[in-house]
């Protein structure tokens, strides 16, 4: 059998390097002119090889987290396909974003950040019309498998879409802490009189101490934003002030600038590819061509989309130190 005329990092390299399309034969047009060089089948063939787990990620990712500390968070994106034709793994989605129901692909993604690094360890897809797996059990796997790698997290942050019971009674049993949003609707009992929305119960500046129902007593915080809209938290940890929770919200932040960063910096998003294998192959070079841009704006300081535009413009000025010899090779 031949060996393969690409490898992981030949697409990894091309995916930090490229800046508007990001497919196979793109990546095959930017490879050096040699007799053996790859074509664009090599790269198809390459993505369609990737092994189904994310165990490649995580073999990267943990030489740079620090499992006993920081912070996990868990959220999801919607990968846009507005255009996608009998392309697989697509369903329909709300979109933040767009703030509306759009055609793409659900990724979810466990992040641990300690303030500054946004590393993402884990990925799923959300892919219930074929697999009939939920959301929440894949948060449920990606919580278990961290455990089995050694994270022993300060708190679990996550959406008040992940704030289900069976969740929060799998992050205690765990022996971890959480902060989550909370529906407004979620009934609680305070002081115990009697099952209320939470929406409906008065809560001070620092919190108050509740019974939620089906899972036992939380701390929950009320916030209020500029134009009147209240958004409400919930953690297993009692003796939480305002303050504390206020930093955990901005670190949990983080997560929205890792998705931003991961769309436009890695394409992660505009894989011309149609095949289930394919997709998850390209979803998993773009994770770890983000790891590899966030590891080196830890080390320099240079930011992601600092870094390719440095790659451009390193080209053009080797094309303008001898712009005749790199159009006639033999002048």
């Known amino acids: 059998m031949n060996p393969p005329k690409c490898t992981d990092l030949d697409y990894i390299h091309f995916l930090i390097a490229a800046q508007r399309v990001f497919t196979c034969t793109e990546a095959a047009r930017c490879q050096p002119e040699e007799p053996s060089a ?5 790269f198809t ?16 990712a943990r030489a740079v987290v620090e499992p006993s500390r920081g912070l996990l968070i868990l959220d999801d994106t919607t990968l846009d396909k507005p255009y996608a034709q009998r392309m697989e793994l697509v369903t329909y989605h709300w979109s933040g974003k767009h703030q509306r129901v759009v055609k793409g692909i659900a990724l979810m993604t466990l992040l641990w950040t300690e303030g500054q690094a946004l590393i993402p360890c884990d990925f799923r897809i959300y892919d219930k019309p074929w697999e009939g797996t939920t959301k929440n059990e894949h948060f449920m796997e990606m919580l278990r498998v961290a455990k089995g790698r050694g994270f022993a997290p300060a708190y679990v942050l996550m959406d008040s879409w992940y704030a289900s019971l069976e969740n929060l009674k799998e992050i205690a049993r765990l022996g971890w802490r959480f902060l989550t949003r909370l529906k407004g609707n979620r009934q609680v009992n305070p002081d115990r009189e009697g099952l209320q929305p939470v929406s409906e119960v008065e809560i001070p500046l620092g919190g108050r101490v509740v019974h939620l129902r089906g899972f036992g007593r939380v701390r929950v915080f009320r916030t209020v934003s500029k134009d009147g809209d209240a958004e409400h938290w919930a953690t297993n940890d009692l003796g939480m002030t305002e303050g504390r929770r206020g930093e955990l919200e901005r ?11 991961l769309k ?6 505009r894989a011309q590819v149609r095949k289930r294998a394919s997709i998850l192959g390209h979803l998993l070079l773009s994770l770890r061509a983000f790891l590899r841009l966030e590891v080196y704006r830890l080390r320099t300081g240079v930011s992601w989309y600092e870094s390719k535009a440095s790659i451009i413009r390193e080209a053009i000025r080797s094309y303008l130190a001898n712009p005749i010899h790199i159009l006639h090779p033999t002048a």
């Open 38 to 42: 790859p074509a664009h089948d090599a």
């Open 251 to 261: 670190a949990g932040w983080g997560i929205e600038v890792y998705h931003r960063g």
């Open 45 to 60: 063939r390459l993505l369609q090889r990737q092994p189904p787990d994310t165990e490649a990620l995580w073999q990267e």
């Open 264 to 269: 436009g910096c890695c394409g992660v998003e």
